[in-house]
């Protein structure tokens, strides 16, 4: 298993063999540093005292904005290849960011939620890994125990329903759910006075 597989919490791999072999991992990058990074992560996600998280997590070169929370018991894969807007709220979810996640400001990450850039070719004879990254825009919303799969963008103001399993780009202001992630509705589009990562939950 190489440190980039690890890294990015998958669970075999082998040796990148092959034609386009370059091309099926276009970000899984600083491959070293993301996994000292991700064993680092995994230890300040521990430690009682956001503040104190928030400090180390961008010693190790995770790019948080201001007014932000991650809650404690959080797992950051790659958390170098994160990019967390200001105002933004993640909860216990399970972040896997080898190929890159950009989340945007005022977004709200639900508890039990995994956001995963790294797959597998099923069709590779050494079950290649490949890595795309994922994007969340300003204000949305993702609900408990959601999953967003590689590749995915999802759209301002967009809302991803509780348990929802997202393998497309998901539309601004609109709601999904299901597995697969379908619209269910649509969010009224308003100035919002709210800002999650305001938000102090007992245990944090
Ligand atoms: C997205 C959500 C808020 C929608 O709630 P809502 O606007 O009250 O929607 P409703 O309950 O009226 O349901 C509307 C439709 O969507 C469907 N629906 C609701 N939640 C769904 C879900 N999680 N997955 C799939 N379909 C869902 C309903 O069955 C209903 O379908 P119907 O019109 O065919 O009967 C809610 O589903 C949800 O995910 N809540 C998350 C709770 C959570 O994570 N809390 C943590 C707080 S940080």
Redesign the pocket.
């Known amino acids: 298993m190489s440190e980039s597989d690890r890294a990015a919490g998958l669970s075999s791999g082998g040796p990148a063999t092959g034609v386009g072999a370059a091309d099926v991992v276009p970000r899984a990058r600083n491959t070293k540093r993301s996994y000292l990074a991700t064993k680092l992560a995994y230890n300040i996600g521990r430690l009682h005292g956001l503040s104190l998280r928030l400090y180390l997590y961008r010693r190790i070169g995770m790019k948080v904005g201001k007014g932000c929370v991650i809650r404690r018991g959080v797992y950051l894969g790659s958390p170098n290849e994160l990019e967390l807007g200001d105002g933004s709220f993640v909860?216990r979810a399970s972040l896997y960011c080898t190929g890159g996640v950009k989340i945007g400001r005022n977004v709200?990450v639900?508890?039990g939620v995994v956001i995963i850039t790294a797959k597998h070719d099923v069709n590779s004879p050494s079950f290649e890994a490949n890595y795309e990254p994922i994007t969340i825009g300003d204000w949305a919303?993702i609900?408990?125990?959601a999953i967003v799969l590689a590749g995915v963008t999802i759209g301002e103001g967009a809302?991803v329903?509780?348990?929802?399993v997202v393998t497309k780009d998901v539309p601004a202001y609109s709601?999904v759910?299901?597995n697969p992630a379908k619209v269910?509705?649509e969010r009224k589009r308003q100035p919002f006075d709210y800002v999650p990562g305001s938000y102090r939950p007992p245990f944090l």
């Open positions: 909860g709200n639900s508890d919303w609900a408990t125990n809302v329903a509780a348990g929802a709601v759910g299901g269910i509705g």
